[in-house]
């Protein structure tokens, strides 16, 4: 069974830097892009970004390259979403997914809720 | 870059069909997915590649795309349908995944 298990919450102040992970198994996790999703408090989905753990090309949209890094360790089948710095309006449910061979997400984490509030 | 545009809402009595639209510059030229999302919950794939289905989804679910609109169409709604969906594309030409602002599907 494809599973995208993410990290549990977390609550940040402003300035502070953030790493959450996004574990893949049942499917072999070099062979699959994993991206970033971004839903803020009683809004709509943002693509953030999408990461081939196989070489670890990544792609990022404009609204979020330079903001946050995505990663992958192969080896531990993780994908990560890293912040420098945090600031409130980072606050929001990150879900990471995975890529189909097409180019839609056909399995999602349970998402990660991060609250930046000083 | 690529804008896909949802109605906010669509209403519908049980029963009835409904259809939510995902309007872009000529989307019929691109594969358009659909996601369903219930409250607190993580967001679904119902519809790929335009009309195809995943397995365990409902054929009650259907999907076309044309033109410059997208239909995600859910025949004799049932009150578990009511969710928030949203309409989603890869943009070849910017190599960007584009997701629609999402519609919410009210049951009456």
């Known amino acids: 069974e494809v599973q995208l298990v993410q990290s549990g919450a977390e609550v940040k102040k402003p300035g502070e830097s953030l790493k959450i992970s996004c574990k893949g198994s049942g499917y072999s996790f070099t062979s699959y892009w994993i991206g970033w999703v971004r839903q803020m408090p009683g809004k709509g989905l943002e693509w953030m970004g999408i990461i081939y753990p196989g070489d670890s090309d990544t792609r990022y949209s404009p609204s979020f390259q330079g903001q946050v890094t995505i990663s992958a360790d192969k080896s531990i089948s993780t994908a990560y979403l890293q912040w420098s710095s945090l600031k409130a309006s980072d606050t929001a449910m990150y879900y990471c997914?995975?890529?189909?061979?097409?180019?839609?997400?056909?399995?999602w984490g349970q998402g990660t809720l991060v609250t930046v509030s000083s | 870059s690529y804008v896909l545009t949802q109605p906010p809402s669509v209403s519908v009595a049980p029963g009835q069909t409904a259809r939510i639209t995902c309007g872009g510059n000529n989307i019929g030229s691109k594969s358009v997915h659909w996601y369903q999302q219930k409250p607190g919950q993580a967001p679904v794939l119902v519809v790929y590649d335009d009309s195809d289905r995943p397995s365990g989804i409902p054929e009650r679910f259907s999907g076309s795309n044309s033109g410059n609109t997208a239909t995600l169409t859910i025949s004799r709604v049932e009150a578990g349908d009511e969710a928030d969906y949203y309409c989603q594309v890869w943009d070849s030409s910017s190599d960007l995944w584009v997701f629609g602002g999402g519609t919410k599907l009210t049951v009456l």
């Open positions: 997914v995975r890529r189909e061979a097409g180019d839609y997400f056909d399995y």
